[in-house]
């Protein structure tokens, strides 16, 4: 008989988190054990205790995943974890990265985008593309081939966005753009098909009068579920719903594709001890669902 599958929920912040927790739970893991405040410092032992318990293919009965509300901080345990991991001689586990849901957030609105659009020739703008959840879309959509302009109020920190684009992406297209002020729109949106809205919760990121010349606009994904709208004019629960000629995503209606693409990714954890998913692995998870 199968050992019950144990997740060891390893967060970044002080207290673990309890949505990542209540996931675990709906996705049929039988034991989670929560740690918080891990460090690069301090998660060696914790991931020993996972690879020294059971043996065999028992080692697939136990999973990492690495979450908080830091990405960079969480992209840091992942590294420490691997480095602890000893695969060579089969005592690993497999390990999830989905800090502040960035990854399945990003792998539900890019599979959404890639429902309508071809995603290898499309120019698209990601707004809020400096955040966790925007820094992932746009590496997203760098790998599927099509031109990205990453908007921030801050074009030195979209550039570096796009630098570590680039180190993931090897010849991305990604290009900083200001989105600072009304009169940034027209460049920003200028032969853009694609509008995703990663901003800050209850930030307007992109008012209506602000996309009237946008000609080549065909669909916007607005993630911010606290009203007002990132997207003026996009409703919370739209899912594909056409308004104004343009096809609309919700954080609602992205929202039940990334709680499918975290549950399915946590049930692939226990199907192998030596897989890694980042946000690549991810998508390539979103797009097996129907
Ligand atoms: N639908 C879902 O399932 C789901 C899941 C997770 C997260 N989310 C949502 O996804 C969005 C992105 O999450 P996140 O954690 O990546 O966001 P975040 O880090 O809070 O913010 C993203 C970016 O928004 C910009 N920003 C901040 N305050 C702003 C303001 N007042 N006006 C304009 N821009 C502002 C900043 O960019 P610059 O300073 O560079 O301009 C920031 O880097 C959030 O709205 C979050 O609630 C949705």
Redesign the pocket.
Known sequence: MDKPSVLVQLDTDALPSVFDRVVAVDAGVAHTFSYGGVTPENVTPLVHGCIFTRGGKDLARTAIFVGG?DVTAGEAVLAAVRKALIPQFGLSVSVLLDS???N??AA?AVRAAGRHLDLSTITSLV?????????RVVRLLAKAGGKVRV????KD??EAVCARVRAHVPGAHAEAVS??TSADAPDALDGCQLVVA????????LPKKHRAGAKALRVLID????PPA?IEGVELTDKGTARDGLLCYG??G??GT??KVHKLAIAKLFESNSAVFDVEEVYNLALQLP
Not at 127 to 135: D, R
Not at 198 to 203: K, L, M, N, R, T
């Open positions: 509300s502040n849901g960035s399945t957030t539900a707004l809020g593309g400096t955040g966790p959840v925007g820094q908007g921030s109020r801050q920190r979209a989105v600072g990663a901003g800050a919760a209850g930030a307007v990121l993630l911010n579920g606290v990132g954080a609602l992205v929202g990334k709680m």
